[in-house]
């Protein structure tokens, strides 16, 4: 009984470690998702803080091109 | 996986001196008394594994218990303390506790912290106040209690996370409205360049058009090319009409963003309207929600013990406790249901707040303009502080109570066609003032070209961000969808596995009873998982587990085949489990396959089993000493405190000590133990047939029937015995009748009811059994001559048929 049975453990990291291959994902929002759980950060204020520099960074990147034309 | 060779316990709750258990790898069965120190055990194991004990830990008796662990007794240069030595003795420990309260371990090795960190989650104790919790825990508190258990609370909170995400995401693009952003930077772009732009070639298009009737030989290729157009028709003595320019091109934007805004609001409130009305259908109910803390205070007053007998301590009328955390349970998931619809206006009204208060912001900051501070401008202000208020109108609405009536959705709205008056009126002026300046060609394009590269570039901010939200939202979207399946599919095999151990066990303890195929079920509300429900076959039906129907020893054999599942299922470290006091409300049948069940299902662990019911000692200890079990007795004496009893139980003594002591506890199922040990030996004696019964089950024989065998024997031999003995009388006792300890008996003996019966089954006993020789009447005392039957000495002699 034990050997088929997945602990929450076993779930969380399985997803993260297959979470790249999920269809229409943005990479670089799931390389952060990944990186906080590695690093045990992964809570609601840290999350949304990355996902707003994940933004501003694109933003910016794309505005500093837009500027170079 | 550990098992336990040795405890030691001294100076620890109810043990004062130093209590001794050698069990060598071994499964124990402790009796005792209540009170003497059977509990002291279990307490000690779980501070010592989970540095706690949850039982003792209250207001009252704060750090988690540990106020109360140490015996009140112990000099206080002494420690308490609990030792154990394991097979593994790498894992031995010793955990002490000084009369400071301070607690110190004798082992601090990495391989001790890592069994100890890995036990948490295992299910290594289970006493009788915790054996039904789950069975009638509320369907959401059985997902949380059973993903605690099987560490799926850590997979809820990832999914939660996930979700929570996908759902603030979506909000804040609602709430933005790009597209009405990206529609009004458009209409900027339109007026000033007669065209609209999406492209930087369509803006470029549209820039070497305007800036043709300057003739500057220049192609606009680039937005540094536009810069330097820009640049070069700059003229610098039109500043105060740029100012106004661009003041009333910013109203013109702003207002038409705070337009575009309005049917969502109407759309959004509309729907916080409906919920609210919804809820406040019933006034009643909403009251009621104020009891739900109150409510849940008093489940969880009961849950942990802070009231140990069966009554409530609100109205302390007496009450079934586990009826009583029904009750509650099933008051609180109802009141819960209320507080869910409530949550989602309060949602609703989160959105529409998110949705309104950028648009007052925006009003805000033009309200700041420097030109409003002109008169001319008074009456334009006024009317644009106007919209604001009716914008917070709505959020008015939203801070009244469920007592209150929300204004209707119609009574409530802004008027967009006021609004588009002064929109028109901005864009018109905008337009008028820069136009006007006819005769300079230069500062009209200059103020177009400019006024539509910025709106240009804003809306390529927007449509930008737009674009990082929307890839966002679909990927916590996707993450979420892929991650609930992958939970969902775990917890299932789990569950599926889980029932058919449970069931296995239930059945065991319950065989022939229509309840069969048990299973947990998870229970979905909009796709997500919101609960677990037991669900069985009952009566060949499937259904609900029909908890009303059963009696609180089937509850409680559900509950002990959770727990015992759960060991098997989840743990790895600790071979042992302890059960401390769980068969009290069993009955007798129950109480028999319990001890099967533990011997023949649970025959590699090691099982400390603790009762104080003496009546199922008697009943299952030789069973589980053919088993290879130990077997001991606690005592208490004032001096040492818990202790292990020394020699057997004398039963007659108990029994008439109790007399003595006018103590009815317990006193009926001692006479009834008693007379079937006595009329075991009187059937034995006399060859009195009962039916054929294998090994082990032939010594269970209950007084009923060996009471029968009795007097049929002596009916068919014995000239006389009959009458003297008067067994008739003794089969009518209740105790003999039903089962003392089952559930359903209601007989509440008095002291002198006792008395009379123990005299009848005295006399009854001294009709077999000879007080001088002290030997039964036998048929290997048979006088054939004579045809009489005796006891050693002959003082007992009857006639007895050859």
């Avoid at chain 2, 400071?100 to 006493?127: P, V």
Wanted: net charge neutral.
């Amino acid at each position: 009984m034990n050997k088929k049975i997945k602990s929450g453990k076993d779930v969380i990291d399985e997803f993260f470690s297959e979470i790249l291959n999920i269809e229409d994902v943005d990479q670089k929002t799931v390389e952060k998702l990944v990186e906080l759980y590695k690093e045990n950060n992964l809570t609601d204020r840290k999350i949304q803080n990355a996902l707003e520099e994940l933004k501003q960074a694109e933003l910016n990147s794309k505005a500093r091109n837009d500027g170079k034309d | 996986m550990a098992k336990i060779k040795s405890i030691n316990i001294s100076g620890i709750r109810g043990v004062k001196d130093l209590l001794t258990l050698d069990i060598n790898k071994k499964s124990i069965l402790i009796y005792g008394d209540n009170g003497t120190g059977k509990s002291s055990l279990t307490d000690a194991f779980e501070w010592l594994f989970y540095d706690r004990i949850g039982h003792l830990s209250n207001e009252e008796i704060g750090r988690k218990g540990r106020d109360a662990l140490r015996n009140i007794f112990v000099p206080g240069n002494e420690d308490g303390y609990i030792e154990i030595k394991f097979d593994n003795n790498k894992l031995d420990i010793k955990k002490s506790i000084d009369s400071s309260i301070s607690a110190s371990t004798s082992n601090i090795s990495d391989e001790f912290n890592d069994f100890i960190a890995a036990s948490q989650s295992e299910n290594l104790i289970l006493r009788y106040r915790d054996l039904v919790q789950f069975i009638i825990a509320s369907k959401t508190e059985k997902l949380t209690k059973l993903q605690n258990i099987i560490g799926f609370s850590e997979v809820a909170d990832v999914r939660s996370l996930l979700k929570k995400n996908a759902g603030r995401i979506a909000r804040n693009i609602k709430s933005s409205n790009y597209d009405n952003q990206k529609n009004v930077k458009q209409s900027i772009i339109l007026e000033n360049l007669g065209r609209n732009a999406h492209s930087d070639e369509q803006l470029f298009e549209g820039a070497n058009e305007l800036i043709k009737p300057l003739k500057l030989g220049i192609e606009i290729k680039s937005r540094e090319d536009i810069k330097k157009v820009l640049k070069k028709i700059e003229t610098k003595e039109d500043n105060a009409l740029l100012e106004q320019i661009n003041f009333f091109t910013r109203m013109w934007e702003v207002l038409s963003e705070v337009v575009g805004n309005v049917d969502n609001i109407h759309e959004s409130y509309k729907s916080y309207h409906t919920i609210g009305k919804e809820l406040k259908k019933d006034p009643e109910k909403i009251k009621k929600l104020q009891l739900l803390a109150l409510l849940k205070e008093g489940q969880s007053v009961l849950k942990n013990d802070v009231v140990q007998d069966n009554y409530c301590p609100l109205c302390q009328q007496e009450k079934s406790k586990v009826q009583l955390i029904q009750e509650l349970n099933k008051r609180i998931e109802e009141l819960e249901q209320l507080a869910e619809e409530k949550n989602k206006l309060d949602e609703q009204a989160e959105e529409l707040e998110q949705l309104i208060q950028p648009n007052i912001n925006m009003i805000d900051s033009l309200l700041r303009e420097k030109l409003f501070k002109k008169d001319k401008y008074e009456k334009l202000k006024s009317q644009i502080a106007e919209v604001k208020k009716s914008l917070n109108s709505f959020l008015y609405e939203l801070k009244k109570g469920l007592s209150v009536a929300f204004a209707e959705p119609g009574k409530i709205k802004i008027d967009k066609n006021e609004f588009y008056i002064i929109v028109k009126q901005s864009q018109d002026t905008a337009k008028i003032l820069t136009e006007n300046q006819s005769s300079n060609i230069k500062f009209q394009i200059y103020t177009k070209l400019s006024q539509a590269v910025t709106a240009y570039e804003e809306y390529q901010r927007i449509e930008k961000e737009q674009g990082i939200l929307s890839r966002q939202q679909v990927t916590f979207e996707g993450l979420y969808a892929d991650f609930i399946k992958r939970q969902e599919e775990a917890l299932n095999v789990f569950l599926t596995m889980f029932s058919q151990d449970i069931d296995d066990y239930y059945t065991t303890m319950n065989p022939n009873e229509r309840v069969e195929d048990i299973k947990l079920v998870p229970i979905k509300k909009d796709g997500d998982l919101v609960g677990i429900t037991i669900e069985c076959s009952f009566f060949d039906e499937a259904k609900t587990f029909p908890i009303a129907y059963l009696s609180e020893s089937h509850l409680n054999c559900l509950g002990l085949s959770f727990f015992l599942a759960s060991v098997k299922a989840f743990n790895k470290e600790n071979e042992f489990f302890i059960l401390d006091d769980i068969i009290s409300s069993y009955d007798r049948s129950h109480r028999a396959r319990f001890a099967k069940l533990l011997t023949e299902k649970f025959s590699d662990y090691q099982v400390i089993l603790l009762t104080h019911e003496q009546e199922f000692f008697e009943l299952v200890s030789s069973d589980v000493k053919n088993k290879g079990w130990s077997i001991k007795n606690f005592k208490w004496t004032k001096n040492s405190g818990a202790g292990v009893e020394k020699g057997t139980v004398k039963i007659k003594e108990r029994i008439l000590k109790k007399f003595k002591e006018k103590n009815i506890d317990g006193l009926g199922n001692d006479i009834r133990v008693y007379t079937e040990k006595v009329m075991k030996e009187v059937a034995f004696n006399i060859e009195a047939p009962v039916a054929f019964r294998y090994n082990a089950l032939n010594e269970k024989r209950m007084a009923p029937e060996l009471l029968n065998a009795v007097q049929s024997r002596i009916s068919k031999k014995g000239n006389g015995l009959k009458e003297k003995a008067n067994i008739t009388r003794v089969k009518g006792m209740p105790m003999f009748i039903g089962n003392t300890t089952s559930h359903d008996n209601e007989f509440n003996e008095s002291i002198e009811d006792l008395e009379v019966m123990w005299e009848n089954i005295e006399n009854m006993i001294r009709t077999f059994y000879c007080n001088s020789c002290r030997k039964f009447m036998s048929v290997k005392y048979f006088d054939n001559v004579e045809s009489k039957i005796r006891c050693g000495c002959g003082n007992l002699t009857y006639d007895w048929e050859k």
